[in-house]
């Protein structure tokens, strides 16, 4: 008896599933940070200290909640991921794929992964998560709830090292991800993966998946970002682009289906 053949679908959170920046709807609002104000400081402190800009956003939540005497527990973020707007479709559409393939294809495995360079807490308490194989994010440590340091940053180019991970079946951060294994023999080859993003912060992820045979989508939610899309498409690091529209009968629901057939046809 063969196994199912197993096709990933990885997506970016902010922009990707939500409208904006999900810290707009969460963490923002409630340390009352103007979010442009907050960007900019991250900005200087990265040219500044010549760090990682995901470490001194962590760093700087934790800073402003000190100092404004905020807590900010896992308790809290549960609470604030209530008031994150997705994109349309959301989270409707992965009740709908999942249908559509256990339906139309029954020796097909499909996973949802979300690698994100947000709080995993965040992602994690979403509406979204519980549809999720694995969410790979941004995290603190935490004692008694309360986070103490930064436990894991994800910036744009540690994404493409759980794009591997996925592939190679070590999802775990302690399982060594370079050992090698034949794509024939990777329990999701890059052939079987599709991923999904909105911006600069997954240029990476998407050449990676990409050039290594699978498929890469970017998607936009307004005249700008679109304009970035249309940039990324030109310059050959995605296949295609659309508009964040996951609703029944839209462009990218049609566009991932039709991927989905390219893919068990090619297998």
């Given at each position: 008896?063969?196994?199912?053949?197993?096709?990933?679908?990885?997506?970016?959170?902010?922009?990707?599933?939500?409208?904006?920046?999900?810290?707009?709807?969460?963490?923002?609002?409630?340390?009352k940070i103007k979010p442009d104000e907050f960007w900019e400081l991250?900005?200087?402190?990265?040219?500044?200290?010549?760090?990682?800009?995901?470490?001194?956003?962590?760093?700087?939540?934790?800073?402003?909640?000190?100092?404004?005497?905020?807590?900010?527990?896992?308790?809290?973020?549960?609470?604030?991921?209530?008031?994150?707007?997705?994109?349309?479709?959301?989270?409707?559409?992965?009740?709908?794929?999942?249908?559509?393939?256990?339906k139309n294809f029954k020796d097909i495995n499909l996973r949802h992964?979300?690698?994100?360079?947000?709080?995993?807490?965040?992602?994690?308490?979403?509406?979204?998560?519980?549809?999720?194989?694995?969410?790979?994010?941004?995290?603190?440590?935490?004692?008694?709830?309360?986070?103490?340091?930064p436990l894991l940053a994800v910036n744009e180019t540690l994404k493409?090292?759980?794009?591997?991970?996925?592939?190679?079946?070590?999802?775990?951060?302690?399982?060594?991800?370079?050992?090698?294994?034949?794509?024939?023999?990777?329990?999701?080859?890059?052939?079987?993966?599709?991923?999904?993003?909105?911006?600069?912060?997954?240029?990476?992820?998407?050449?990676?998946?990409?050039?290594?045979?699978?498929?890469?989508?970017?998607?936009?939610?307004?005249?700008?970002?679109?304009?970035?899309?249309?940039?990324?498409?030109?310059?050959?690091?995605?296949?295609?682009?659309?508009?964040?529209?996951?609703?029944?009968?839209?462009?990218?629901?049609?566009?991932?289906?039709?991927?989905?057939?390219?893919?068990?046809?090619?297998?």
């Open positions: 008896m063969t196994m199912p053949e197993t096709i990933a679908i990885i997506y970016d959170f902010d922009g990707t599933l939500t409208k904006e920046s999900s810290l707009n709807y969460t963490i923002f609002p409630y340390l991250v900005n200087k402190e990265m040219q500044k200290d010549n760090a990682d800009w995901i470490l001194i956003f962590m760093r700087l939540v934790l800073e402003i909640a000190k100092n404004k005497k905020f807590k900010i527990t896992q308790k809290i973020l549960k609470k604030l991921v209530k008031n994150i707007i997705y994109v349309k479709g959301i989270p409707q559409y992965f009740e709908r794929i999942n249908t559509y393939i256990n992964y979300i690698i994100s360079g947000n709080l995993a807490e965040i992602v994690k308490f979403s509406k979204v998560a519980k549809y999720m194989k694995n969410i790979f994010a941004s995290s603190y440590y935490y004692k008694n709830g309360k986070p103490v340091f493409t090292q759980f794009i591997f991970r996925i592939s190679k079946g070590r999802e775990k951060m302690y399982e060594p991800v370079n050992d090698f294994i034949e794509h024939s023999k990777r329990p999701v080859p890059f052939k079987n993966i599709i991923y999904i993003g909105d911006g600069l912060t997954d240029i990476p992820s998407m050449a990676v998946v990409k050039n290594n045979g699978g498929h890469s989508i970017a998607v936009y939610n307004d005249t700008d970002s679109k304009k970035v899309c249309d940039k990324l498409l030109k310059e050959g690091r995605v296949h295609f682009i659309a508009k964040a529209d996951y609703s029944k009968g839209s462009k990218l629901e049609k566009l991932l289906k039709r991927i989905i057939a390219l893919i068990i046809k090619n297998n």
